[in-house]
């Protein structure tokens, strides 16, 4: 798992590439997470270059040590960044579960991205780690993140505190 490459770790999907993230798509990163409408249930911290250039360090650094993290997200056709996405320990949890997420460029909401993103990611996880709980995260009043959670085939498990804050969460039902 370790030793995995860079292009081991790379997801292709219908439209998008998901590419670990890595010092170079700090710029395209940063145009995404220095704006307000998408940090709003991030914590609600716009980053200047520097917070997303130390994001991307921690980043790599979770790659090497998890075999996991953030992917920044290219739609193909234009190799334009449209967002992020992520299956990550979930930090602190105390259940050691796998948390998927995303985060999208406001323009490039609305068009099944974070959908087609976060089921690469849970597919990643499902290969990678088997066996592992994988949940979502989300703030109570994020329904577009929630209706994707649906979408993914999760269901509402309540609120727990993650990332210091009451959290709406989503889980894979057992069977």
């Known amino acids: 798992m370790h030793g995995m490459s860079l292009s081991d770790r790379t997801i292709e999907t219908d439209r998008l590439l998901l590419?670990?993230?890595?010092?170079?798509?700090?710029?395209?990163?940063?145009?995404?997470?220095?704006?307000?409408?998408?940090?709003?249930?991030m914590g609600g911290h716009t980053?200047?270059?520097?917070?997303?250039?130390?994001?991307?360090?921690?980043?790599?650094?979770?790659?090497?040590?998890?075999?996991?993290?953030?992917?920044?997200?290219?739609?193909?056709?234009?190799?334009?960044?449209?967002?992020?996405?992520?299956?990550?320990?979930?930090?602190g949890d105390a259940k050691g579960r796998l948390?998927?997420?995303?985060?999208?460029?406001?323009?490039?909401?609305?068009?099944?991205?974070?959908?087609?993103?976060?089921?690469a990611a849970v597919d990643y996880g499902r290969r990678n780690f088997p066996g592992e709980e994988i949940v979502a995260v989300a703030h109570p009043e994020?329904?577009?993140?929630?209706?994707?959670?649906?979408?993914?085939?999760m269901s509402y498990a309540g609120v727990e505190e993650h990332y210091g804050e009451p959290c709406a969460v989503y889980a894979f039902q057992s069977d």
């Open 19 to 41: 590419v670990p993230c890595q010092k170079e798509h700090a710029a395209a990163l940063n145009r995404m997470n220095r704006l307000p409408e998408v940090m709003k249930y």
């Open 47 to 91: 980053e200047t270059l520097e917070d997303t250039l130390a994001f991307v360090e921690r980043v790599t650094a979770r790659w090497a040590e998890h075999g996991c993290s953030w992917w920044t997200a290219f739609e193909k056709t234009s190799n334009e960044c449209v967002g992020a996405a992520t299956l990550q320990y979930l930090p």
């Open 99 to 119: 948390e998927v997420g995303w985060r999208l460029l406001p323009s490039q909401q609305g068009k099944g991205f974070a959908t087609e993103a976060g089921q």
């Open 142 to 153: 994020n329904t577009p993140s929630h209706h994707v959670m649906e979408r993914l085939g």
